[in-house]
């Protein structure tokens, strides 16, 4: 069975949301998280002719990677460089005020991951900077710079579910200021020691046991902290009940479990408001054959609402 190869990108739960948002000729759609543009390529078609899909990425690179794949449909097709947390603001000034559906699929793209240059991984040597938009922010070198290790052991702790938080935070933080940690590969080397697992702390899959990543615990946390990705997904919830139009559906794809929290307790706030009329109960999950296909759909989790009449 194919697996995704490098620099493809297969969209997660493809068929799920599309069945969920309904895209239909007319219909104004905003895609959160354009990254490699695997859904809006997918959404794209089915709401042409009259219908928009507004893609919002903070990688400027978005754009230009999706222009080939759209061909007759570009004219339907709208980039909003910026962050989603001020979507009201983006959408405004395309003189949009409401849309009817809306799609966030969380986390970093596949082709910044596998872009060397932008220190997503801890597979390949690269900068420390891990900043979605490369022209704004704080670098992760930076950060490393001024954190202490309180904060640093929380953050990994809170964004990572790491443990051993306090020790490997000491490490980083010491081997920083030592001169050791350089590129990725030297954050690779600080945290790898602790990568070895008892078998009690070991995720089960169907079809085999896989163990628990530290690297990619670490890399995820300390990616989530200098984008400020859970204070950006609250800011965008924040703003639901302003964008949606009555009837509008959402759908979020989460990786990771403070993000699934934030999206779960907020819809349901929003359904026991009575802004939303149906809320999912419980997430989607990929199929088997799908984590077998797409390897980085594995932990993902779609929850969906939809908004009042």
Not at 51 to 58: M, Q, T, W
Not at 241 to 265: C, N
Request: one cysteine or more; hydrophobic letters at 40%; glycine letters at 8%.
């Amino acid at each position: 069975m194919r697996t995704t190869p490098e620099g493809d990108h297969l969209p997660v739960l493809a068929d799920e949301i599309l069945t969920l948002l309904c895209p239909t000729p007319g219909k104004i759609i905003v895609d959160c998280t354009l990254g490699a543009g695997g859904h809006t390529s997918l959404l794209l078609p089915l709401v042409v002719p009259g219908g928009k899909i507004f893609g919002v990425d903070l990688d400027p690179l978005a754009h230009q990677r999706l222009l080939e794949k759209l061909g007759a449909y570009a004219d339907s097709f709208h980039f909003l460089h910026g962050n989603f947390a001020g979507l009201d603001r983006l959408l405004m000034e395309k003189e949009i005020f409401q849309v009817d559906g809306l799609l966030a699929d969380l986390g970093v793209s596949s082709p910044q991951i596998d872009d060397p240059e932008r220190g997503f991984s801890y597979m390949r040597p690269g900068p420390l900077d891990m900043r979605m938009d490369p022209t704004k922010g704080q670098k992760l070198a930076q950060i490393l710079e001024k954190i202490d290790v309180e904060t640093l052991a929380e953050k990994l702790g809170e964004f990572g579910d790491v443990e051993k938080a306090e020790l490997i935070a000491q490490d980083i933080k010491d081997n920083y200021l030592a001169g050791m940690i350089r590129n990725t590969t030297d954050l690779s080397h600080v945290v790898g020691k602790y990568s070895l697992r008892k078998s009690n702390q070991q995720v089960f899959e169907r079809g085999g046991v896989k163990p628990v990543n530290v690297l990619s615990q670490v890399f995820q946390a300390l990616r989530i902290l200098v984008n400020r990705e859970l204070d950006n997904l609250k800011s965008l919830m924040r703003i639901l009940p302003f964008i949606l139009k009555p009837g509008a559906t959402v759908a979020f794809i989460s990786f990771h479990s403070g993000e699934d929290r934030i999206v779960k307790k907020n819809l349901a706030a929003l359904l026991d408001q009575g802004i939303f009329s149906e809320v999912s109960k419980e997430p989607i999950r990929p199929s088997y054959d799908e984590k077998m296909l797409n390897p980085r759909s594995r932990s993902a989790k779609l929850r969906w609402a939809r908004k009042s009449n």
